[in-house]
């Protein structure tokens, strides 16, 4: 079976500060990683995958994740946050078949 | 631009009462999926669909089930709404295989 672990249910940050949502992943095979940010009320957006190739994965909104195989991470990161970043954002994994597993969630704060 | 949309985005519906939600996406995708989503349990897959007239359980079928009948319309149906069955119900769709899945903007569900 597959799982994500989101370790943090909120991650606090300050404007312009750099931040990092962990995540960590448990899948037979090899793994496709996603992140998702939802904002209130509405659904998930697509911010970025790892497939294949190079482990530093950029996506939309300035936001790039680092695959880690040895660690089984996908830590999504960004240089300098931004106010507007407050959202919710999850993890999600594959192997082989259509079925993502999602993890529980982590709210980040972004504060002036 | 993939569209998933989704026929309301609140319902308020009793105990006993049969409800349908409905979810429509015109990128002919293969795959369709209903999941609930709950604070601090994340997105959980009720069920999903491979092909017209095909579904396959997810990890929380119990007092659902689905039809789809037309390749661009997937259906949730709750044969007896039950208060339990309040949630968010957040639909997606892919093509074949694990790569990204585009969501809907959710239907909050209220059952009194």
């Known amino acids: 079976a597959q799982s994500v672990a989101q370790p943090e249910d909120q991650v606090n940050v300050a404007e312009g500060n750099p931040l990092t949502v962990k995540c960590t992943y448990s899948?037979?095979?090899?793994?496709?990683l996603f992140w998702y940010v939802q904002y209130p009320n509405r659904g998930l957006q697509f911010l970025l995958k790892?497939?294949?190739?190079?482990?530093l994965v950029k996506g939309s909104y300035g936001f790039e994740a680092e695959f880690n195989k040895s660690q089984t991470s996908f830590h999504l990161k960004k240089p300098s946050a931004l106010v507007s970043d407050s959202a919710l954002y999850f993890c999600?994994?594959?192997?082989?078949?259509?079925?993502?597993?999602f993890g529980t969630g982590t709210r980040l704060q972004v504060t002036l | 631009d993939v569209k998933v949309t989704q026929s309301s985005r609140y319902l308020v519906k009793r105990t006993g009462e049969k409800v349908f939600l409905e979810c429509v996406q015109d990128?002919?995708?293969?795959?369709m999926f209903w999941y609930r989503q709950d604070p601090g349990l994340g997105l959980r897959l009720i069920y999903f669909?491979?092909?017209?007239?095909?579904?396959e359980k997810g990890d929380i079928p119990e007092g659902y089930s689905v039809s789809r009948e037309k390749k661009e319309r997937f259906s949730l149906i709750l044969e007896s709404a039950s208060t339990n069955q309040t949630s968010m119900y957040l639909c997606?769709?892919?093509?074949?295989?694990?790569?990204?899945?585009?969501f809907g903007p959710g239907t909050r569900l209220l059952v009194l």
């Open positions: 990128m002919d995708h293969e795959n």
């Open positions: 899948v037979s095979g090899n793994p496709y």
């Open positions: 669909s491979y092909d017209v007239k095909m579904k």
């Open positions: 790892y497939i294949t190739g190079d482990n």
């Open positions: 999600a994994v594959a192997g082989t078949a259509s079925k993502l597993t």
């Open positions: 997606a769709s892919n093509k074949q295989g694990p790569g990204t899945q585009y």
